[in-house]
């Protein structure tokens, strides 16, 4: 069985039950799992591997709850710079029509590399479009090179321009196929068990772009098999006046009428939700991906994250597709999450002195929803923080670098106040991903060349 040691941390964060903070701390992993947490005089002495991370934070590796990987290709498009949701879909989807099982391979390596850099661990991916013979096996074979957990939804559209939707009919798939694909795609690589590297998830994109009969059998499916749900709801206001026009409910209470709300569900967004609706999420278990850039870069609105933790929802965060961020920067993430917190804190008062009661979230809430919240929404208890018998999956990042000088008296704090940073080490399952920053899975400039090259054509037409 292969070992690896982890020694000397500057600070190691477990992100425990009791959030324990180990100063000089380390871990002992064996065969890919932690069998010792403690500090240096407390851990064996030799492994097969062993890594000495003096000057450094150690942390759970972060979770990326929401992400389109494809969309790395699309990233700044000017014609979708400075549109809403809907425009900004419509301006994409002919593009994005034209990618190939290439272009899904190559954006998948892409975005899971900028991930890996950026301290995740494990992403989930939601593909939702595939043009041209492409498939979700196109980036699942891409994502095991890489070496990253992937939860890979197999997304869908089925509501075309002409029956009402917002996609035009070329990129929508019939229901037949739908079920099909996903019903063998799960058989293939679905892995239920402690450790799994892919799990499976049943994703029907959104309301605007989903018949109700896809929204219905693929809960049905996704049931048969014990696979998680996930789709876009309550991202906008014009996703709202869509529902109540084309189904007669507001986004949740369709989801609840379709048996889309439990343990096994999760929403992307969910910005525009009452207090009744949040209840509703907390009682059934139902998890949110918060992605606080993408609701800004499409000025979608700020999710209601306080309220969504006072009712003990699960909340983990995401990226969103990099077409609507445009970037796959996992700690800059967690920042984001902190800062749009505040300024919603801000909204409801925390500005006015003397307010009698505020809330304003802190890093180390923060780096939580990073971590566990991200853990808890995926369905997964082997990951989100560093415990005897977890995955070894973790992070360190260099606390001597320029945008941390002055801030070392809370180095836990400093990695999400200050400039987010990429990490030095990022292990997955007890292998290195990255060493000294620098990707060991894939060669990093000739994959920005193959992607830049792909995108080119993508954007171009030609
Ligand atoms: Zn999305």
Not at 58 to 86: K, S
Request: net charge negative; with cysteine.
């Amino acid at each position: 069985m292969p070992t690896l040691l982890v020694k000397n941390a500057q600070i190691l964060v477990t992100m425990d039950e009791k959030r324990i903070e180990i100063a000089g701390g380390g871990l002992y992993i064996e065969n890919g799992f932690i069998k010792q947490v403690g500090k240096l005089e407390e851990l064996p002495a030799r492994a097969d591997e062993i890594l000495d991370l003096k000057h450094h934070i150690v942390l759970p590796g972060l979770i990326n709850t929401h992400h389109h990987f494809y969309q790395t290709l699309t990233r700044a498009v000017p014609a979708a710079q400075d549109a809403n949701l809907f425009n900004w879909l419509k301006t994409l989807y002919p593009i994005w029509a034209r990618m190939t099982a290439s272009d899904i391979f190559i954006s998948t390596q892409t975005a899971l590399a900028e991930l890996a850099l950026s301290g995740c661990t494990t992403a989930s991916d939601h593909l939702y479009l595939f043009p041209n013979g492409s498939r979700l096996d196109d980036e699942i074979e891409a994502a095991s090179i890489v070496g990253l957990r992937l939860h890979a939804s197999r997304g869908s559209m089925s509501l075309g321009e002409s029956q009402g939707g917002l996609p035009p009919d070329s990129v929508v798939d019939s229901i037949d196929n739908i079920l099909a694909d996903s019903q063998r795609l799960i058989e293939r690589y679905h892995d239920s068990k402690p450790g799994a590297m892919i799990q499976i998830v049943l994703a029907p994109c959104s309301p605007f772009s989903v018949t109700t009969e896809v929204m219905r059998q693929s809960a049905i499916l996704a049931r048969q098999y014990g696979v998680h749900l996930h789709t876009h709801l309550a991202e906008t206001q014009d996703e709202e006046a869509f529902c109540v026009q084309q189904f007669g409910h507001k986004p949740v209470a369709y989801m609840q009428s379709l048996d889309w709300v439990g343990e096994d569900v999760w929403f992307a967004h969910s910005v525009y939700v009452n207090e009744e609706e949040i209840r509703l999420f907390s009682k059934t278990g139902s998890g949110v991906a918060h992605c606080p850039t993408s609701n800004m870069r499409l000025a979608s609105g700020i999710a209601p994250i306080r309220e969504y933790l006072k009712h003990k929802v699960k909340v983990g965060l995401g990226v969103d597709g990099s077409a609507s961020n445009d970037g796959s920067h996992m700690l800059a993430e967690v920042r984001q999450a902190m800062l749009l917190a505040r300024v919603r804190a801000g909204q409801e008062g925390a500005s006015l002195s003397g307010s009698a009661e505020h809330w304003i979230m802190t890093a180390r809430q923060a780096l939580e929803l990073g971590t566990r919240g991200g853990a808890a929404v995926l369905g997964r208890n082997d990951i989100g923080s560093l415990e005897v018998g977890k995955c070894a999956d973790f992070i360190a990042i260099d606390l001597d670098q320029i945008d941390y000088a002055g801030a070392l008296h809370d180095p836990v704090s400093a990695i999400v106040f200050c400039s987010p940073q990429k990490v030095s080490y990022n292990v997955v399952h007890g292998r290195v991903i990255v060493k000294e920053g620098h990707l060991t899975t894939i060669d990093l400039p000739k994959q920005i060349e193959k992607h830049n090259q792909a995108s080119q054509r993508l954007v171009s037409g030609i």
